[in-house]
């Protein structure tokens, strides 16, 4: 095998048991100490070649860390692929994936839905739905020439950004300070500490869609990395 494709097969590698690696780390780490034998023996029982350790260790490690683990890799991926197809659209190493607002427009909507309804699935397709609205406001003011060139499309993605950050700190100023205001602040922090296998299955479905599409459409992608007389 010759050295450059030994390399490329090595570095392939490496990328796909990282995460794996990180997974499995994971299951270690926290405030409750888990020993590699308490993990062996946790997964061998489901096989029934070990012996299952206390019922405290099994809830720590089956109902706690293993969603938890898996939902961050799911996050994790959803993040780099929306992010590197940003960067093939707008052929810029430096954007990510919030750069349309749709960051701010969806916790403007999960902070509305919180002002509204408290917390609850609600806050899922309202942060989808104002996520959406702030990507097509984005878009729409990038037609402001007829045309979307890569320089008006992000200033509008950065003017709706805005607004809808100013949108959230209204909610946040009508919210109840001692029962919404925090409910908001920590949603929009982010947090895997209430994820159990019913959230992960009701949005690793989702983010596996979404990334299948990017993957099915990624050759069209590469081209509008081109510039026009080469694509």
Request: with cysteine.
């Amino acid at each position: 095998m010759p050295k450059v494709q030994f390399k490329k097969v090595a570095y392939s590698v490496f990328l796909w048991l990282m995460p794996l690696l990180c997974i499995i780390l994971a299951l270690f780490v926290g405030r409750y100490p888990i020993s590699f034998t308490d993990v062996w023996r946790t997964f061998g029982s489901l096989l029934n070649l070990a012996e299952a350790p206390s019922r405290e260790i099994v809830s720590v490690i089956l109902y706690l860390r293993v969603p938890r683990a898996i939902a961050g890799a799911f996050i994790g991926a959803s993040l780099a692929v929306s992010g590197a197809a940003f960067q093939g659209i707008f052929r810029n190493p430096l954007v990510n994936s919030g750069i349309l607002g749709v960051s701010n427009g969806a916790g403007f909507g999960a902070s509305l839905a919180i002002l509204i309804m408290g917390s609850g699935y609600a806050i899922y397709p309202s942060a989808f739905i104002f996520g959406a609205l702030a990507v097509f406001l984005s878009w729409l003011s990038g037609r402001i020439y007829s045309t979307t060139p890569s320089v008006t499309l992000i200033l509008g993605g950065v003017i709706v950004s805005s607004f809808f950050a100013a949108l959230t700190s209204i909610v946040k100023y009508l919210a109840d300070p001692y029962t919404q205001l925090p409910a908001i602040t920590f949603w929009l922090m982010g947090s895997l500490a209430n994820t159990n296998f019913n959230s992960l299955a009701l949005g690793a479905p989702f983010i596996a869609v979404g990334i299948a599409i990017i993957f099915v459409l990624r050759w069209k992608l590469n081209v509008l990395m081109l510039s026009e007389d080469e694509a």
